[in-house]
């Protein structure tokens, strides 16, 4: 809509939606440390340049951590805790630069994030191979082994049976016909799911043929739960100051950044109503 646009590590900034892409972008190699703390402030005066030099109206900054480090460490682990303190740094670095650039009373800064860490629990693990009566022979499709979610295609006729012998396999593990799924996930109304699902409560991940996954720490989890929550922090001028709001979906987020922006939202399933008293 005629705005000016830059992405720095934002995951999909490389992508092109109906023949456009953004204007500026720095895309990270496929073996990247995201951990690299003068990378991030080299980062953020980037950000500065494009803003004062370029004239952009959006840009979206990325930084990996603490996810890496919580998914190898766990996120109580000490390591986590000195990663955050690195993020609380680097936030304390780039309202010093937006200030130092001039841009206090014009640049609106949002904060989040898209999910939370449990610690991973490696006693009584959901192990589908180990299941009795289960074959991974009845099995057309899967798409397993990626933290506390599973789809499986099971093979003509064996849908009854597969979900029979999986339903009640594990105390800590949740199987659904694709029908049945709970509404308040808002996932299975697609042509593209599984007639079967799974997912495993807080903690527990989903080991399908083989263990192979090792992380300390996961997440995917119940949105429900606590610790998959994220933040949200806001500031510059077009918000309220001091302002403490109720928890609200990130799916809401959209729309305020289009009202910020002046622009008109593509079909979406959040609404401003939501965000609209932090203005």
């Not at 402030?41 to 979206?60: G, H, P, Q, S």
């Not at 990996?64 to 460490?73: N, Q, R």
């Not at 009584?124 to 057309?140: A, G, K, P, Y």
């Amino acid at each position: 809509q005629g705005l000016k646009t830059g992405s720095i590590y934002f995951p999909g900034g490389k992508a092109t939606y109906q023949g456009e892409e953004v204007n500026m972008k720095m895309v990270e190699p496929l073996l990247f440390n995201y951990s690299n703390e003068n990378n991030w402030r080299e980062n953020i005066d980037t950000v500065m340049e494009w803003f004062t030099v370029n004239n952009l109206d959006f840009i979206a900054l990325y930084f990996g951590e603490p996810d890496s480090t919580g998914h190898k460490y766990g996120p109580e682990s000490t390591q986590r805790k000195a990663m955050v303190s690195q993020v609380d740094r680097t936030v304390g670095y780039l309202r010093k630069r937006i200030a130092e650039s001039g841009l206090e009373s014009t640049l609106n800064l949002v904060i989040t994030s898209d999910h939370g860490m449990d610690t991973v629990i490696k006693t009584n693990e959901i192990h589908l191979r180990t299941v009795e009566n289960f074959t991974f022979s009845d099995i057309q499709f899967e798409l397993l082994d990626y933290g506390p979610n599973g789809l499986l295609v099971p093979k003509e006729g064996k849908l009854e049976h597969v979900y029979t012998v999986l339903k009640n396999a594990h105390p800590k593990l949740h199987v659904y016909k694709k029908e049945e799924f709970p509404k308040r996930f808002h996932y299975a109304n697609n042509s593209r799911i599984t007639p079967l699902l799974m997912y495993s409560d807080p903690g527990y991940v989903i080991h399908g043929r083989y263990k192979v996954q090792f992380n300390t720490g996961e997440h995917g989890f119940d949105n429900e739960d606590m610790n998959m929550k994220t933040i949200f922090r806001a500031v510059g001028p077009a918000f309220k100051q001091g302002l403490v709001v109720e928890p609200f979906e990130s799916v809401h987020v959209y729309a305020l950044l289009c009202e910020l922006l002046g622009i008109v939202p593509e079909p979406h399933d959040g609404s401003l109503h939501v965000t609209q008293p932090m203005l």
